[in-house]
């Protein structure tokens, strides 16, 4: 299995570009999850899907866009990138079974927008 | 969602045994205790979780007192490797999603 993985791993946008973080995951888990982590801080939720076509808002969800049409898949999505949007961005997924908060994580996306 | 507060770093010399304690006083009575470890630059690591008493695996032990209230993640023998940042948070993911807070900056000095 190769678990979570995130492309790409480094990307600089400028300031109005859009573009696309992918995730992917495959253990088959119903709940996946967008996290941003600024330098320093913890992490934040952005936006979770429990279940494909099924999607919800985190903490700091304006700015994204998120879809979930397969359960392998969870785009995250930036409409016109901004500054404040460096950030390192982790996705994540769990199966949530037996009351487990065991969540799997990707090995993050370096964003910088200038 | 319960509120957890945990101290912002700890030091530690390698061999001793780390306890980390966490406050969360408005746990709901579904809600479960889980830590995370995060390496620098990776995302976090599930390390262990649990409801009431004491749960024990192969990387460390969570104790947790009959109030519910609060608990400790106690590290046995910590080595430079367990640097790292250690979080704190209560909730069941089968009704809401987990809030990361700020979390333990437990450093490890030889």
């Known amino acids: 299995n190769a678990g979570v993985t995130q492309t790409p791993k480094f990307q600089v946008l400028k300031t109005g570009q859009s573009m696309t973080l992918q995730c992917a995951q495959d253990?088959?888990?119903?709940?996946m999850s967008w996290y941003r982590q600024d330098p320093g801080m913890g992490l934040r939720l952005i936006h979770y899907?429990?279940?494909?076509?099924?999607?919800d808002q985190g903490e700091v969800p304006n700015g994204y866009n998120v879809s979930r049409s397969t359960t392998e898949d969870f785009p995250l999505r930036l409409l016109s990138a901004a500054p404040s949007q460096t950030s390192v961005y982790f996705c994540a997924s769990s199966g949530r079974t037996g009351g487990s908060n065991e969540q799997f994580f990707g090995p993050g996306t370096r964003l910088t927008v200038l | 969602l319960a509120k957890t507060t945990q101290p912002i770093s700890m030091d530690s010399y390698e061999g001793q045994e780390v306890n980390i304690t966490c406050s969360h006083n408005?746990?709901?009575?579904?809600?479960?205790i889980t830590w995370y470890q995060q390496f620098p630059s990776q995302g976090p690591r599930f390390i262990i979780q649990?409801?009431?008493t004491k749960v024990t695996n192969e990387v460390a032990s969570l104790f947790i007192p009959a109030d519910r209230k609060s608990s400790t993640l106690s590290l046995p023998r910590v080595s430079l490797s367990d640097t790292a940042v250690y979080y704190c948070l209560v909730g069941d993911m089968r009704n809401t999603p987990l809030v990361f807070g700020k979390g333990t900056r437990l450093s490890v000095i030889a």
């Open positions: 408005n746990i709901a009575t579904n809600d479960y």
């Open positions: 253990m088959n888990h119903e709940y």
């Open positions: 649990g409801y009431k």
């Open positions: 899907s429990v279940g494909a076509g099924i999607t």
